[in-house]
């Protein structure tokens, strides 16, 4: 079987950093409407769906196409995931609520999709740190348990949009479907020869 293109890597890293380059670009031409820090939570926030589920995505493409080396994207993309979810606390403890750590608990406390968001991004901090070899020789089996909490994280980010959402609950619905669809697919027997059990 033929590897990943010696390119795939490099062009999906610098295809990750796309949506951050576009919120710089609009900083700089103060084109980021008129509320940018609502703008720039949401962009951050969309985007670490997008990744997160574009993660969970592998699995499935590898066992429908067969195609095993897409596996070794599955570490960037899970990566990208935490890096705008971390933008998106980032965006919200530094310049919505200026580290005004006393109220954010209580925002944490008495709002719903805060509290289930802030506990989305907890859950994907032990993935993040623990995404290289070294850890993953050291955890052993343990890592691919650890590596699972990706799924109630994304359920949470999910259920985080849906409920943050005041009106048109249309896209955060998309949202569920494509998770729900990505989840349920992993409930799907295997073939004798289909690809190794994955996270």
């Known amino acids: ?46 985007w670490a769906l997008n990744f997160l589920l574009l993660t969970l995505a592998v699995t499935p493409l590898v066992r429908l196409t067969g195609y095993t080396p897409l596996t070794g994207l599955r570490r960037m993309l899970g990566l990208y995931s935490f890096f705008y979810a971390a933008l998106h606390f980032i965006t919200y403890i530094w310049l919505d609520q200026f580290f005004d750590f006393a109220h954010m608990l209580h925002d944490i ?5 805060i509290t289930v968001g802030f506990a989305a991004f907890l859950l994907l901090i032990p993935p993040a740190a623990t995404s290289n070899k070294v850890m993953m020789k050291r955890l052993g089996r343990r890592w691919k348990q650890l590596h699972r909490l990706i799924y109630p994280a994304a ?22 479907a494509v998770l729900a669809a990505l989840l349920l697919f992993r409930l799907l027997p295997r073939k004798a020869n289909g690809a190794r059990r994955t996270i």
Request: glycine residues 6%; positive net charge.
């Open 155 to 176: 359920i949470l980010a999910v259920t985080h949009y849906y409920w943050l959402v005041k009106q048109d609950v249309t896209l955060p619905l998309e949202y569920a």
């Open 109 to 113: 406390g008495k709002r719903p999709f």
């Open 1 to 46: 079987m033929q590897p990943l293109p010696k390119a795939a890597k490099p062009l999906l890293f610098l295809a990750s950093l796309l949506p951050l380059g576009r919120l710089v670009w609009l900083g700089f031409t103060g084109d980021l409407t008129a509320n940018p820090i609502e703008y720039i939570t949401h962009q951050t926030g969309t």
